[in-house]
Structure formats: C-alpha cells, structure tokens
C-alpha cells in the first residue's frame, strides 16, 4: 500500500486520537492516584483475564482511541469558541488569500477566490467564515485526490494541530479531577503539577493555533499548484495553424 494512502488512514487515528487519549489516561491515573493497569482492567476485574497483557495492550489501545474520540468536540468548541476569536487572523488565511490587502500574489488571488466561488454558493463579496471553512476542506480533499503524496503530509498536519487541540482540554480536566480528589481528601494537591498542567496548556494552546496556521497555507498553496498545473495542462503550448 502506498505510503499515500496510509498515513490518512492510519496515522491519522494514531496522531489525533490514540496519542491524546493515552495521555488523558496517564493524566486521569496521576490525578486520582491509579495505576494504568487497575484502571485498564477495571471491566475484567475479578478474572482471569485481569492479570493478562494481551487484554491491557487491547485495553489500553482501545481506550485510548475511544477517550480521543471523546475528546474531540471538547477540543472543536475550545478551539471554536475561544482560540478562533483570540487569533482571528491566524484562523483567517482563506480570507486573507483571497483579499486585495493579503499577501498573496494576484494570481494566487484569482485562482483561489475562483476556486471558493466554486466551492460555495457562487460569487460573492463576502463569506462568512463558516463558507470559508468549508471551502478549505473542499481544496483539501481535492489536493488529496489529485496529488496523494501532498495530500499525505496535509494530513499528518491536520493530524498534528487535533492532537494539539486535544492535548489542550486535556490539561484543565487532569487540574480539576486532581483538586477535586485534594478537596475530597483522597490525596494531597500538588501545586508545582498544577503549574506543569498550566504550561502544558498554554504550549499546547499556541501550538494548535500555529499548526492550523501552516495547515491553512499549505492548503491554499498546494491547491493554487494543482490547479494552476491543470490550467497550463489544458492549454496548449503551441497555437496549431
């Protein structure tokens, strides 16, 4: 299988979704006192099945993958309802690309307002950002058809900024779970964590803004190559008599 084709559909899932969960269950261990093990095994305790490796690696795996998946609203409504309106301009390169005060050239320009007139609902003067959204992901699916290799590292990119974005609402969960057991009286609070917990935060924050950034121009660039190649292809390069 090409190497194309295998990182959307594997590494994707490893990235974004299996990574930030084992986290999220390491940090659920360290915050109520757990071990990975008793936590892992919790539905076969009492069984022989318990004391099995083979069922924790599955376990683990599993649950990793399924608080992933959990995680992911939590990281769209953080990323939505507080990032977007902090950093506008970064989450804004579409808007951007497409404007005359932008710093993309006029060809780029015009193939790419081109090319969100057709993705949308015709030409306009304005779109709003949900129509750009959407938009961005019609040029990423179809950089994804037409070139499957760049279409891999988008991918991996988008990968990257979800796992960002996951790691981020992970932080404040571990906090709160651990100073809720500190006020129960199950452990002591561990201030210099919470501190840790709080840079991990803010670092993984940033880096989900930074990473969207370089993912939405990369898109654009990517999709003004492929099509400005589809344009040369379709012309002839000499007028026949």
């Not at 299996?18 to 093990?37: D, E, N």
């Not at 995680?71 to 951007?96: I, N, T």
């Not at 961005?136 to 796992?163: C, M, N, T, W």
């Amino acid at each position: 299988m090409e190497v194309g084709k295998v990182i959307p559909q594997f590494f994707y899932d490893l990235i974004s979704r299996v990574l930030p969960g084992a986290v999220g269950i390491l940090g659920g261990c360290w915050a109520t006192g757990r071990s990975v093990g008793e936590l892992a095994t919790w539905p076969f305790r009492g069984s022989a099945l318990e004391e099995s490796t083979v069922v924790l690696s599955v376990a683990l795996l599993a649950s990793s993958y399924l608080l992933g998946q959990l995680l992911s609203p939590l990281s769209d409504f953080y990323e939505r309802s507080v990032l977007r309106r902090l950093f506008k301009k970064r989450f804004g390169v579409l808007r951007e690309a497409i404007s005359v005060r932008g710093d993309y050239s006029q060809a780029v320009r015009e193939l790419v307002a081109e090319g969100v007139s057709d993705a949308g609902r015709g030409d306009k003067r304005e779109y709003n950002d949900e129509e750009l959204g959407s938009a961005l992901f019609v040029f990423y699916d179809s950089v994804r058809v037409q070139r499957p290799e760049v279409g891999a590292r988008l991918a991996k990119i988008r990968a990257e900024y979800r796992l960002y974005g996951s790691l981020a609402v992970i932080q404040p969960l571990v906090l709160l779970l651990h100073l809720l057991g500190a006020v129960l009286g199950h452990h002591p609070l561990n201030r210099p964590a919470g501190w840790v917990l709080s840079v991990i935060f803010l670092l993984a924050s940033w880096s989900l803004v930074r990473t969207y950034w370089i993912f939405q121009r990369s898109v654009i660039n990517n999709y003004y190559a492929v099509r400005a190649d589809g344009v040369r292809a379709s012309s002839p390069l000499v007028e026949e008599e």
